[in-house]
């Protein structure tokens, strides 16, 4: 089984600074998908920042950029110029090669920017 | 746009009357999943449809039932709701991961869910 763990249920980061969410995982698969996915307060969850895990070079999209450590299982989303619309939960994902893209989420990270 | 919408936005139902959560999409996608999202929790997925082949979760109580009649809807029935089911429930949708195993699009396309309400 897969399960992905979010060891910081609460952070804080003033406006224009830099914060890194953290996100590890177990599983025996080789080859899988990696996700960060926002949600905004009362708003829907929608896909940050994407990581193939046979890919060594770590993802980036625009201020969002991945530090992926496959041997460590570590998937940690760093957020430079933090900004007021960052406030939101963040989940890491996993999803297996198999039929159906079933998704594991771990239990989300509560990002606060703070003005 | 191409999209997910799920209706109604708020749904109150009384503890034990049979409930439906609809969700329709435009993206063509041929996996569809409804989870259900407690108060600050990570979401649950409860199944999916990959296409007409319908996939329970282990853990999914038999009074949740789903229906997928067509590529673009997908019901959620809550036979008999209890105090206990009152949540978020989402509903996502993401393309056959055999025609996209290495590129984009394999991410699952979320809709806006619905607020339960169980009295």
């Known amino acids: 089984a897969q399960t992905v763990t979010q060891s910081q249920p609460e952070m804080s980061v003033q406006e224009a600074e830099t914060v890194t969410l953290s996100c590890t995982y177990d599983?025996?698969?080789?080859?899988?998908?990696l996700f960060w996915y926002k949600q905004p307060p009362s708003r829907q969850m929608i896909l940050v920042i994407r990581?193939?895990?046979?890919?060594?070079q770590n993802a980036t999209e625009n201020r969002f950029s991945v530090n992926f450590q496959k041997a460590a299982k570590s998937f940690s989303l760093k957020i430079s110029d933090s900004q007021l619309g960052d406030t939101a939960m963040y989940f890491c994902?996993?999803?297996?090669?198999?039929?159906?893209?079933?998704?594991?989420f771990g239990t989300g990270t509560s990002l606060t920017v703070i003005p | 746009d191409a999209m997910v919408i799920q209706n109604p936005r708020y749904q109150v139902t009384q503890f034990g009357k049979p409930v439906t959560l609809s969700c329709s999409q435009t993206?063509?996608?041929?996996?569809m999943y409804w989870y259900q999202q407690k108060s600050s929790q990570a979401p649950k997925l409860l199944f999916h449809?990959?296409?007409?082949?319908?996939?329970n979760e282990a853990d999914t109580p038999d009074n949740f039932q789903s229906r997928r009649p067509n590529t673009s809807f997908c019901f959620l029935d809550i036979r008999s709701p209890g105090l206990g089911d009152a949540a978020m429930y989402l509903c996502?949708?993401?393309?056959?991961?055999?025609?996209?195993?290495?590129?984009?699009?394999?991410?699952?396309?979320f809709g806006p869910g619905t607020r339960l309400t169980v009295l």
């Open positions: 996502a949708t993401s393309r056959d991961l055999r025609i996209f195993r290495q590129g984009r699009g394999n991410e699952q396309f």
């Open positions: 599983t025996s698969e080789n080859n899988y998908y």
């Open positions: 990581q193939e895990a046979y890919k060594q």
């Open positions: 994902a996993f999803m297996k090669l198999n039929t159906g893209n079933q998704f594991y």
């Open positions: 993206l063509n996608h041929n996996v």
């Open positions: 449809y990959y296409d007409k082949d319908f996939n």
